[in-house]
């Protein structure tokens, strides 16, 4: 049975400096870096951003860029630091979308990688909310 999220691989040409990245803006905080002795298919870094084990794998990182992304929460007085520290690093950030009162803010970014994050004051509750969703929808079955 599923008891949650295990960790989230991202594959990165440079290891050292998408960890930087990690560290720098998600506050990340390197828990173990294979260096040439890898015990997977690959040298890798791990990571801890909060209590979310982020591997980081030196590989070919995709070539498109999509949609397809990971967000993480920050709170709402965490948004102008963490742009500063995002657009520091020279990263391309996005438009945001339009959004209806009480879904919360967010930075778009895409990594060195093509890899597409963001960063999210809202949560789901306050979204179903703003949506009008009827709070059961909330409720486990």
């Avoid at 890798?44 to 084990?53: S, T």
């Avoid at 020279?90 to 009480?102: A, D, K, N, Q, T």
Wanted: with cysteine; proline share 2%.
């Amino acid at each position: 049975m599923i008891s949650g999220l295990s960790h989230l691989t991202f594959i990165v040409r440079d290891p050292v400096k998408s960890a930087g990245l990690f560290i720098r803006v998600f506050g990340a905080r390197e828990v173990y870096d294979s260096g040439k002795d890898s015990h997977s298919v690959s040298r890798e870094k791990f990571l801890l951003v909060g209590d979310v084990w982020i591997a980081l794998m030196q590989g070919e990182s995709p070539q498109a860029r999509t949609y397809d992304h990971v967000a993480f929460r920050i709170s709402d007085d965490s948004y102008d630091l963490c742009l500063s520290r995002i657009r520091d690093l020279g990263l391309e950030v996005l438009p945001g979308r339009s959004r209806i009162s009480g879904e919360g803010r967010s930075i778009y970014f895409y990594d060195y990688d093509n890899h597409l994050f963001e960063l999210h004051t809202g949560e789901l509750a306050a979204r179903l909310e703003a949506y009008g969703v009827m709070a059961h929808c909330m409720e486990t079955r």
